[in-house]
């Protein structure tokens, strides 16, 4: 009798909590803050966080440029 009780303790199976699910870290909250595509002055698509500004150039002409953008760009000069 002890036996078959024994035996019964020990053919269930041991429920083990699973293990936590890991996210790589980076790439997908820099997405999260909210940025856009512009289309930069040089031909390139270029994602930015910050607002859209209008600068004024040394000739007196006015130039748009996005603001924070990824890569460590500060001030990106769009395409009209």
Not at 33 to 42: E, H, K, M
Not at 47 to 68: D, S
Not at 69 to 79: A, D, F, I, N, S
């Amino acid at each position: 009798m002890k036996v078959l009780t024994l035996a019964l303790l020990f053919s269930f199976t041991v429920a083990r909590p699973a293990p936590p699910v890991r996210h790589p870290s980076g790439t997908l909250q820099q997405h999260s803050r909210g940025g856009r595509w512009y289309f930069a002055a040089s031909g390139h698509a270029v994602y930015c966080y910050g607002p859209v500004m209008t600068l004024p150039q040394a000739n007196g002409n006015l130039q748009k440029v996005a603001t924070f953008c990824r890569e460590g760009q500060t001030v990106v000069p769009l395409k009209d």
